[in-house]
Every structure is written in C-alpha cells, then in structure tokens.
T-cell receptor, first 110, second 112 residues
Framework: EAGVVQSPRYKIIEKKQPVAFWCNPISGHNTLYWYRQNLGQGPELLIRYENEEAVDDSQLPKDRFSAERLKGVDSTLKIQPAELGDSAVYLC????????FGQGTRLTVV | QKEVEQDPGPLSVPEGAIVSLNCTYSNSAFQYFMWYRQYSRKGPELLMYTYSSGNKEDGRFTAQVDKSSKYISLFIRDSQPSDSATYLCAMTPFSGYNKLIFGAGTRLAVHP
C-alpha cells in the first residue's frame, strides 16, 4: 500500500513568488494534516481536515497561506507571496487508526 | 518557554549501548504521548504511542511516562547504527493525533 505522497520533493523560488504543494493521503484516511518543520525543530500544525472540512486552521497564516482538500482526498497548500521566513519542510500526514507522514516538500525561498 | 522541551543533542553512542531520550513538558492537560523517529530527509514515523503514566515496551524500545514530573523517556536497548536518526517526542490532550505538540527532536548517532 502506498504511503502519503507529496510533491514536489524540493522547490526553490524567489521571494514574492507563489508556490503550491500537493498531498495524496493514504486511501481511506479521512483526516489530513499539513505541518511545517523548520530546521532543527519539530513539526508544527498548520491545518487539519476532516474529510473536506478544515476543522483546525488556527495556526495557518491566512494572509498568505491557503489550503484546500477537494472531494475529501487530495490536498493542496499554497503560499502567495512567499517570504524568506517560509523556507522550511512542509509535511503532509493522514490518519486512520495511525498517523503517517509523507516525505515532505523542502521549500527554499531566496 | 516552550510547552515541550527536548535536548537537541547530538547524542553519540557506540553500537550496543542503551540510549535514553527525554522530554519535559509544562501542560498538565497532555494525556497522550508519542515518540517518532525521523531519518534525514524523510517524514517522521511513529515508534510508540502511550496513554497517561506508565511503561510500554515494543521490542528494543521502551517508553516511560511520569505525569507527576511531566517527564517522558524513550529507551533503546542494544542500539544499532540503523537507529541513527532524530527522535521527536509529541503529545496532546486528545486521543488520536489532533493538536500534537512536538519537541525539537534529539539527533542520535550510533557508531559501529
């Protein structure tokens, strides 16, 4: 069974440009999470979905970040415009009885 | 002060050693405690999941929770080079995986 799939694995963009990350969760997992992991730190939750509904987005910087989960399956996280401080690894996770993380997208903003 | 404190290491041990990894926390509402292992350029993978105080053992891994001291530990027996990774503690007041608060992670290197 495939795990949580994220793309792209790496992304380098200039500041003020937009960027999007894609996540395909494990089949049957209704709960999907986006986390941000800064260098040398643990992951921090950005948003949690239950099916299509964003049930916890309190940590999402809504002025520049947006997310969607169409049809309660795949999800996209977008940043527009990106800032230097957004450089981090963006992790997607999904859970049923257990939570599984994807490999993450490493974003570098220059 | 962070809700969860974890010594970042690095911790270097010889193969076969017993490793002790620890986290302290300040929020007495935390009830569920987890340990994740994260290899370089990979996502975290769940090692242990425990509820409230006590011990839980799984193979070479033992997790301990002392809620009275707000202190959790992960012990690795007979450590192997393949155990070299970053170990993250995580905790939440809720069952499941909601509102997880992670520690910063401890880098462990097991050398042959």
């Amino acid at each position: 069974e495939a795990g949580v799939v994220q793309s792209p694995r790496y992304k380098i963009i200039e500041k003020k440009q937009p960027v999007a990350f894609w996540c395909n969760p494990i089949s049957g997992h209704n709960t999907l999470y986006w986390y941000r992991q800064n260098l040398g730190q643990g992951p921090e939750l950005l948003i949690r979905y239950e099916n299509e509904e964003a049930v916890d987005d309190s940590q999402l910087p809504k002025d520049r970040f947006s997310a969607e989960r169409l049809k309660g399956v795949d999800s996209t996280l977008k940043i527009q415009p990106a800032e230097l401080g957004d450089s981090a690894v963006y992790l997607c996770a999904s859970s049923g009885r257990e939570a599984f993380f994807g490999q993450g997208t490493r974003l570098t903003v220059v | 002060q962070k809700e969860v404190e974890q010594d970042p290491g690095p911790l270097s041990v010889p193969e076969g050693a017993i490793v002790s990894l620890n986290c302290t926390y300040s929020n007495s509402a935390f009830q569920y405690f987890m340990w994740y292992r994260q290899y370089s350029r990979k996502g975290p993978e769940l090692l242990m999941y425990t509820y409230s105080s006590g011990n839980k053992e799984d193979g070479r891994f033992t997790a301990q929770v002392d809620k009275s001291s707000k202190y959790i530990s992960l012990f690795i027996r007979d450590s192997q080079p393949s155990d070299s990774a970053t170990y993250l503690c995580a905790m939440t007041p809720f069952s499941g995986y909601n509102k997880l608060i992670f520690g910063a992670g401890t880098r462990l290197a097991v050398h042959p």
